[in-house]
């Protein structure tokens, strides 16, 4: 039973527009929320992270919305670049422990 | 150079022998983990540990064993009896809330 999810495993955005990229959990004990980007054959390099007391977090280009009660996160890219194609995962913490579980990704291409 | 290591990148063992992944951090981090990749199933958890000599099992630990005898050094065995080894396994470590990882190692099983 897979308690983060990522429904949509590729996404494709023209150069310049906005992605949005969705995460979806299950488990309200859920306290501590990361978004990756990972390339082929590499580790994911961490991107932006939010706590469960905020709604949103801002960096840059990057910017992640956690809205606890339908129990979803997303990641709004602006404005997406070539260089964003990769598989970008979300985590998520579980209160009180050392567990993070990751989604199963979401393969973004970036067109110029 | 500080960071997180894995070695080796690329392995490849014969079925039924164990191997052993080496992941080394001398960033004196507490908490180090490890984690499975395989195509569309995500990173799925293998074992953490939060202190040297104590570890705890992730979702799939069945087949793997790790140790923490030094706080820099978080190795995994893939045994034998894990059924499909075959796969990307990534070695991390924790700051804050953040987890940070290694650049992972590829193990083929033939």
Known sequence: ?112 | DGGITQSPKYLFRKEGQNVTLSCEQNLNHDAMYWYRQDPGQGLRLIYYSQIVNDFQKGDIAEGYSVSREKKESFPLTVTSAQKNPTAFYLCASLVGNTIYFGEGSWLTVV
């Open chain 1, 1 to 112: 039973d897979q308690q983060v999810k990522q429904n949509s495993p590729s996404l494709s955005v023209q150069e310049g527009r906005i992605s949005i990229l969705n995460c979806d959990y299950t488990n309200s004990m859920f306290d501590y929320f990361l978004w990756y980007k990972k390339y082929p054959a590499e580790g994911p390099t961490f991107l932006i992270s939010i706590s469960s007391i905020k709604d949103k977090n801002e960096d840059g280009r990057f910017t992640v919305f956690l809205n606890k009660s339908a129990k979803h996160l997303s990641l709004h890219i602006v404005p997406s670049q070539p260089g964003d194609s990769a598989v970008y995962f979300c985590a998520v913490q579980t209160s009180g422990t050392y567990k993070y579980i990751f989604g199963t990704g979401t393969r973004l291409k970036v067109l110029a």
